[in-house]
């Protein structure tokens, strides 16, 4: 049997290979900056602004509201029409801020989604590796080797 149930997050979220990642904060701290850059790197869309966040049994999957689906905001430029999918198994949360605020080697965080634990990291969205380390952590997070070390 398959219990599902759900909530809506303000955050962002893409897909890097197999693993949503959910990318937090605020208006204007740089998620769709980010996602936009992820895309251009071969990552793919699931929602910008806001994310619906389903449990089903042990899995917590992303999806975008359908009146979203498609659509990113980019600073400057406008509301543009990109490529996504329709949801993604969520691995990773990134809380975004500023470098400054941001602790070289960080203990371990996780953070509870409709009872699903799932790792958290604070990056900096607009430092200029912002997108690698996203790419890495994701990748990490996936094989279970986020906080091995």
Known sequence: M??????????????IDAIGV?????????KSDLALRMIHSGASLVADDRVDLAREDETLRASCPANLAGLLEVRGVGILKVPFVADAAVGLAVDL???AQIERLPAPRHRDYLGKSVPVLTLDPFRASAAAQLAYAARAAAAGDLFAH
């Open 2 to 15: 398959v219990t599902v149930s759900t909530l809506q997050v303000h955050a962002s979220c893409v897909r």
């Open 22 to 30: 959910l990318l937090c904060g605020g208006s204007g701290c740089g």
């Open 97 to 99: 801020a500023p470098g």
